[in-house]
């Protein structure tokens, strides 16, 4: 019988730092070709645990995945001490991705807040490869301050074809950014369609930035159906077992992480 | 179909039965319950029939021999993983009363069910595993609520048993034990079910979403901020409490050696959904209780729509240190829904 938990090394391809506290790990992994944008895998190392990190990007063609991991628990800190060369026990690829929103020939607007873009920036570099895809992408990242600035190469190419805006909630940002919450934007986005057919909005951040801003957007009339959140909770096995992330009858690692806006309001701790 | 056993012969029977099954029932640990010099009753491997504790609702649940509190899955040395075998490959037979083998269904339908992924490690102790029914007396104990929730009787069970003074009544069911009643005293006899119990439980009518949000702003939860010690006693004795946390357990600090371990977990307990960077949620003892009676008498149905999580065992009422009783909550949401639906207390 197939053990579903039992983990798998990988070899750990680069270290890259991000900002202070965040590094990007990028990880051989043959079989990326099955990942989806917004899955999350459980890295797993021996002598320490396990615990479920998004995958930031991947590569089928090249056979590689990447997380972007902060140091502030048991599990990173023990990944920070890892170095290129070094292997990487996972298992995965996990949960409902962002391919539960149909963005063919869509207006894409994606908002999210810090961490938040590291779940949806494969998303983003796939749009970015393949604009034909979509009728427009519109981005909009909040982040704490100019240190904690994520991707910032990216965000520098993505902005040069996809109309975006980065705002800090101090500082000054990458160039001339807004200050202030994503909320406070949310109205002054173009989001093309006026009746919103078109329209699938992406929120990713910490709770109560999705809730806000999904507020925002449906004061603007957007349906709760055209917006699309990815949430965070504990995991011990990622396969609807141990129990930690259930909310109501939900199984955040098998029916989320991401959720349509329309039931993740409802979805109440 | 049936048996009249003396209680010398039941003994003998079930020193033959131990050679070839694994076999756990309730059995008495003296001096190790929560207050001095008092003993407790759990489940465990016994070879004799007076080991048996047959006569007393057991602290613990049967769920303890299939899914123990802690369990290795996998050993390690560097990142080489391996999984860990059953050596002693025999099948079990667990005493249970009908309560608790109905708590293995809500188990089947996690650990089998849930994802479409079945478990390897429950799997395997599930498929070797048969039950011997223990007759309840006939209205079960005080605490007891299994009637309201129809787990009174059950129905998958090797053969039951009802332990009568110097006797053992038998009734047959499953033809591969008969071999091991021959020779004694054939009788009918047929295990009685509890039917009714002092208490009773009424479940809430939740059939909307709108009421099931409803819910989770009432007053009532509250209450338990203050009551509730969150300390998971009503968790670890629940009958159908699935939940567990991985941890990985080094042997020395200078090796890479060691194994990873299933401890069960609790939701009442502080931890429980902690993430990294210090986040979590459902910190109050109302919003934990709230949490937990919600699975047991409703969310756990919504998806699997069988059965409701709890079985009414009421071991939940006997272990809350602070006599929280989960049925007289049950019963307090049911009235509150009752005002939430428009109908009258």
């Known amino acids: 019988m197939e053990n579903l938990i039992m983990p798998t090394p990988y070899r750990l391809l680069d270290v890259k730092k991000v900002t202070d506290i965040e590094y990007l790990f990028r990880v051989e992994y043959p079989e990326a070709g099955n990942v989806k944008f917004g899955q999350f895998m459980q890295l797993s190392l021996p002598k320490v645990g396990e615990c479920p990190i998004s995958v930031t990007d991947f590569s089928a063609t090249e056979g590689w995945v990447e997380f972007l991991i902060r140091k502030v628990g048991i599990v990173t800190d023990e990944i920070f001490n890892l170095h290129a060369g070094d292997l990487l026990p996972m298992r995965g690829p996990y949960g409902k991705g962002f391919d539960a929103i149909d963005i063919k020939n869509k207006n894409v607007v994606i908002v999210t807040g810090g961490s938040g873009l590291a779940p949806v920036r494969s998303l983003i570099n796939h749009i970015y490869r393949n604009p034909e895809e979509v009728q427009s992408m519109e981005l909009l990242f909040g982040f704490k301050d100019d240190s904690s600035i994520l991707f910032r190469d990216e965000i520098i190419n993505w902005r040069k074809k996809h109309p975006m805006v980065l705002t800090v909630d101090k500082g000054c940002g990458l160039d001339g950014e807004c200050v202030g919450l994503v909320t406070e934007y949310v109205p002054h986005l173009k989001m093309v369609s006026d009746k919103f057919d078109d329209l699938e909005v992406v929120i990713v951040g910490p709770p109560n930035m999705m809730k806000y801003t999904a507020i925002e957007f449906e004061k603007l009339g957007v349906p709760a159906e055209k917006i699309w959140v990815s949430f965070e909770r504990k995991m011990s096995c990622a396969i609807g077992k141990c129990g930690h992330?259930?909310?109501?009858?939900?199984?955040?690692?098998?029916?989320?992480?991401?959720?349509?806006?329309?039931?993740?309001?409802?979805?109440?701790? | 179909m049936g048996y009249k056993i003396t209680a010398e012969n039941f003994d003998s029977l079930l020193k033959n039965l131990s050679k070839e099954y694994k076999i756990y029932a309730p059995k008495r640990f003296p001096k190790q319950g929560r207050y001095s010099d008092t003993d407790i009753v759990r489940y465990?491997?016994?070879?004799?029939?007076?080991?048996?504790?047959?006569?007393?609702?057991?602290?613990?649940?049967?769920?303890?021999?299939?899914?123990?509190?802690?369990?290795?899955?996998?050993?390690?040395?560097?990142?080489?993983?391996?999984?860990?075998?059953?050596?002693?490959?025999?099948?079990?037979?667990?005493?249970?009363?009908?309560?608790?083998?109905?708590?293995?269904?809500?188990?089947?339908?996690i650990f089998l069910k849930n994802g479409g992924f079945e478990d390897s490690?429950?799997?395997?102790?599930?498929?070797?595993?048969?039950?011997?029914?223990?007759?309840?007396?006939?209205?079960?104990?005080?605490?007891?609520?299994?009637a309201s929730m129809g787990t009174g009787s059950a129905d998958e069970y090797a053969f039951g048993v009802k332990f009568n003074g110097e006797e053992v009544l038998v009734e047959t069911k499953d033809s591969e034990f008969n071999s091991y009643f021959a020779g004694n005293e054939e009788m009918d006899f047929l295990i009685t079910p509890v039917l009714e119990n002092e208490r009773v439980v009424r479940i809430p009518e939740i059939n909307d979403k709108e009421t099931q949000i409803a819910v989770k702003s009432l007053e009532m939860w509250k209450e338990f901020d203050k009551r509730c010690l969150m300390c998971g006693s009503c968790t670890v004795s629940c009958s159908t409490c699935t939940c567990f946390t991985t941890y990985d357990m080094n042997y020395t600090s200078d090796s890479n050696a060691g194994e990873r371990r299933r401890i069960n977990a609790s939701c009442h307990v502080d931890g429980y959904t902690d993430m990294a960077g210090n986040h979590s949620f459902r910190k109050t003892g109302g919003e934990r209780m709230r949490f937990k009676v919600m699975h047991k008498i409703h969310d756990h149905k919504k998806r699997f729509k069988e059965h409701h999580m709890c079985v009414g065992c009421g071991r939940c009422d006997d272990k809350c240190p602070v006599f929280i009783s989960f049925s007289t909550t049950v019963n307090r949401l049911a009235a509150e829904v009752d005002k939430l639906n428009g109908g009258n207390e």
């Not at chain 1, 992330?245 to 701790?269: H, M, T, W």
């Not at chain 2, 509190?69 to 037979?93: G, H, N, Q």
């Not at chain 2, 667990?94 to 293995?104: E, G, K, L, M, T």
């Not at chain 2, 490690?121 to 299994?146: A, H, N, Q, V």
């Open chain 1, 245 to 269: 992330c259930r909310i109501d009858e939900v199984y955040v690692c098998l029916e989320g992480p991401v959720f349509n806006y329309s039931q993740a309001k409802y979805l109440i701790d």
């Open chain 2, 44 to 109: 465990d491997r016994v070879y004799s029939a007076d080991e048996i504790v047959h006569d007393e609702k057991s602290d613990y649940a049967a769920k303890e021999a299939l899914s123990p509190i802690t369990e290795t899955v996998l050993y390690f040395t560097d990142a080489d993983y391996r999984e860990s075998k059953v050596v002693d490959d025999r099948p079990m037979l667990v005493f249970a009363r009908a309560c608790d083998i109905h708590s293995i269904k809500r188990y089947d339908d």
């Open chain 2, 121 to 146: 490690y429950y799997k395997r102790m599930r498929e070797k595993t048969k039950f011997i029914l223990m007759e309840c007396p006939s209205k079960g104990w005080d605490t007891c609520f299994c």
